[in-house]
C-alpha cells in the first residue's frame, strides 16, 4: 500500500435496485491535498462521499480509506475522519465550549487532551470570551470555524467537507479556506465539496462527477487548459453538460 496516499477507490459502486447512484468511480487522493468534488444534484457525489465516510456499504469495488478497507473496517475509517455538513452539525443550545467537548469524546479524545487542544483553538481563533456562549447565539461565521474545529480537533487523517460554506459572504469563505489552507499545510488530507465553483480554484485537484461517474479529474489549471476554458465554472458546465440526471 502506497502510504501517500490517504483515499484509494477502484470501480467503486452503489446500487438501489435497479438505480446505479455511482458508477464504477476510481480515485486517488494523495495526503495532505486539497481535493474538490463537485458534481450537480443527483450526480452520485452524497452517496460517494458516505461510501468513503464508513456510512454506507458499497454494492461492488474496492477501496481504503486513511489505510482502512471500506468494506471490512468501516468503523476504523470513522475513528481516523473528522466530517463537517452544510449544516455545520452543531447543537444550538449548548455552549461553544460544550458543543466542542462533545464532539471531541465522540471522536475517542481523553478528557486531558481535549481540555489542551480546546484551549489551544479558542486561542488561534479568537473565541475564549465565547466559550460559555449558547452556539445559537454566535455569527454564522463563528459557527462555520467551530464546526470545523469540532471536525478537526482530535486531528483525523482527513476531513471530508461537504459544502461546508453554503450560505456565508464572500468574506466569510475566504477566511474559512486559511482555515482548510493551514490545516492542510499541517498533513491533514481535506476532502470538499462545494457549489462555489470558484472554490474548485483552491484545490490541488478536482473531480466532476455526473450520472453517477466521475467525468473529470485533475488540477484546476490542466483541466481548463484541456476544454480551453477560463475559469472552472466553464469547465463544470462544459463537463456537466448533457447529464440526464436533475
Known amino acids: 500500500m ?5 483515499i484509494s477507490v477502484k470501480e467503486l459502486t452503489k446500487k438501489f435496485g435497479d438505480f446505479t447512484a ?3 468511480i476510481n480515485l486517488q487522493v494523495k495526503k495532505g491535498e486539497i481535493f474538490g468534488f463537485l458534481g450537480a444534484n443527483g450526480a452520485g457525489k452524497t452517496t460517494a462521499m458516505r461510501m468513503l465516510c464508513g456510512l454506507s456499504y458499497p454494492t461492488s469495488g474496492s477501496g481504503t480509506v486513511a489505510g482502512y478497507d471500506i468494506f471490512r473496517q468501516a468503523e476504523e475509517i470513522k475513528r481516523h475522519i473528522g466530517y463537517m455538513s452544510q449544516k455545520f452539525s452543531l447543537y444550538e443550545q449548548l455552549t461553544v465550549w460544550e458543543n466542542l467537548n462533545l464532539f471531541a469524546t465522540i471522536y475517542g479524545m481523553p478528557a486531558k487532551k481535549i481540555k489542551e487542544k480546546a484551549g489551544e483553538a479558542f486561542r488561534t481563533l479568537g473565541m475564549e470570551d465565547m466559550r460559555n456562549v449558547l452556539v ?3 455569527p454564522l461565521g463563528w459557527k462555520q470555524k467551530l464546526a470545523f474545529t469540532a471536525a478537526t480537533l482530535h486531528s483525523p487523517d482527513i476531513v471530508f467537507l461537504d459544502e461546508p460554506t453554503g ?3 464572500p468574506a466569510t469563505r475566504r477566511r474559512f479556506w486559511e482555515m482548510i489552507y493551514r490545516a492542510s499545510s499541517e ?3 481535506v476532502f470538499v465539496t462545494t457549489h462555489y465553483l470558484d472554490e474548485a480554484e483552491y484545490c490541488s485537484r478536482v473531480s466532476i462527477m455526473a450520472d453517477g461517474r466521475i467525468k473529470a479529474l485533475d488540477s484546476p489549471a490542466a483541466l481548463k487548459r484541456l476544454y480551453r476554458a477560463a475559469t472552472m465554472d ?3 458546465r462544459t ?3 448533457g447529464a440526464t440526471r436533475e
Request: charged fraction near 45%.
Open 2 to 6: 502506497d502510504k501517500e496516499i490517504a
Open 22 to 24: 455511482v458508477d464504477r
Open 136 to 138: 445559537r447565539e454566535i
Open 167 to 169: 450560505g456565508v459572504d
Open 187 to 189: 498533513g491533514m488530507t
Open 234 to 236: 466553464e469547465v463544470f
Open 239 to 241: 463537463v456537466a453538460k
